[in-house]
């Protein structure tokens, strides 16, 4: 293609899925940035935003495109703590964490041996005995500890086994909160389960390296399981709730331990606790449905999402230390369970500070498994206009 008028940089990436949920990583041609990670993912947004585009938009991507840069220099990697940084994308922008792209990468790290891709890849410590080599893995939440399953000499994942990863610690920021719904944004069971105004919806907001609000199916007034429900309408629903939070509870989505960057609310999930066979191993499970950005749904059961789950279960005090529990998404639970993610509490701790006072937290390990797909090398013609991402959707034109 040497002959081709061509935009720089031609960018090469692997693609992965957890649970049906795509990781494209972009492995080599991204410009090097600058700064602490938090400033290099700032910088990505203001430079380099049309790479992101390029990437996860149509045509290469669409509007469920899910990614990870690899950074290989963050203030966390230069003091010996990280392994390799990451900053993870979607179709609207940026995000804090991503616990299926964490299972992805750490498959993926330990298989590459390309010191341009992983510089510090021979320097990770294999434990024979287990078979299983550990990363530490510098998102923008803060420093992952993952497990990946090897083999004896550490050289190679071992596909057959879940990766797990330790994120930052989880807490509870809200607990039955009840949201107001003004009447223009009300859906039919909502009305019929409260008959006259007001009307509002129970929520609980919980942190698992991002902000997550957890809204109870039963909240929202239908009987029915999670998966026999309009996926349109409920991202309707998703929109007017996390709009609503945003509006009416903007304290839930910050902390003292998190600085201003970190401090998002970054999606809702709707829990359906009725639905969902436990694997083995396991003591319970659930369903849940994870909405995020413009409306992209999570086909993976959200590893950030499960860990606020679990941080939320034990505020309630119906979760303890060491007790293993089955998240189904919507496509692990019509798939026999295939996909599901394992979670259980990993430790308790206290989060200090003089405006707060002492937050409970836990650390939660989240298990799962990824595949590959493949690998490209993704180029753009100068005159390719359409070629530097657009969006179909289905009740607007294209939107470039």
């Known amino acids: 293609m040497e002959h081709l008028d061509l935009e720089e940089p031609t960018l090469e990436t692997v693609d992965m899925h957890t649970c049906g949920e795509p990781t494209r990583i972009v492995v080599k041609g991204y410009p090097t940035l600058q700064g602490t990670l938090l400033e290099q993912r700032r910088q990505a947004a203001r430079k380099y935003d049309h790479l992101r585009r390029r990437l996860m938009l149509e045509p290469r991507g669409h509007q469920d495109m899910y990614g990870a840069i690899l950074v290989h220099e963050t203030e966390l990697v230069f003091s010996g703590e990280a392994d390799i940084g990451v900053m993870f994308c979607h179709c609207e922008g940026y995000s804090l964490m991503c616990g299926h792209g964490t299972i992805a990468l750490g498959r993926f790290l330990i298989d590459t041996h390309d010191p341009t891709i992983f510089p510090r890849r021979e320097q990770l410590k294999v434990d024979a005995d287990n078979r299983t080599t550990s990363l530490n893995l510098h998102a923008p ?49 909502l009305q019929k389960k ?12 919980s942190y698992g390296g991002t902000f997550f609000c957890l809204v109870p199916l039963e909240e929202l007034g239908f009987d029915e399981g999670l998966e026999n429900l309009d996926l349109d309408m409920m991202k309707n ?69 499960v860990t606020a789950r679990v941080a939320a279960s034990y505020a309630k005090g119906e979760r303890k230390p060491g007790v293993k529990w089955t998240y189904h998404s919507l496509v692990s639970y019509a798939n026999q369970g295939s996909g599901a993610f394992i979670a259980s509490i990993n430790s308790e701790l206290s989060l200090a500070s003089e405006s707060e006072g002492v937050t409970a937290a836990v650390t939660v390990r989240v298990e799962g498994q990824a595949f590959y797909l493949g690998s490209s090398k993704h180029i753009c013609e100068r005159q390719d206009k359409l070629g530097r991402g657009f969006l179909l959707k289905r009740s607007h034109a294209p939107v470039c």
């Open 194 to 205: 409260h008959q006259e105004h007001p009307y509002y919806v129970k929520v609980d907001v």
């Open 141 to 189: 939440c803060g420093l992952v500890q993952v497990t990946v399953p090897t083999t004896a000499d550490g050289k190679k994942a071992d596909e057959s086994r879940p990766v797990s990863f330790i994120s930052v610690p989880a807490f509870t920021t809200a607990l039955s909160r009840s949201l107001p719904i003004r009447h223009q944004d009300l859906w039919p069971a």
């Open 237 to 305: 629903i998703a929109s007017t709730i996390k709009n609503g939070v945003l509006e009416n509870f903007p304290n839930t989505y910050q902390h003292p331990s998190l600085s201003p960057d970190q401090c998002e609310l970054y999606s809702v999930i709707f829990t359906d606790a009725k639905n969902g066979k436990p694997a083995k191993g396991s003591e319970g499970a659930e369903l849940g449905l994870c909405i995020f950005a413009d409306g992209q749904i999570d086909r993976s059961p959200t590893g950030s999402g």
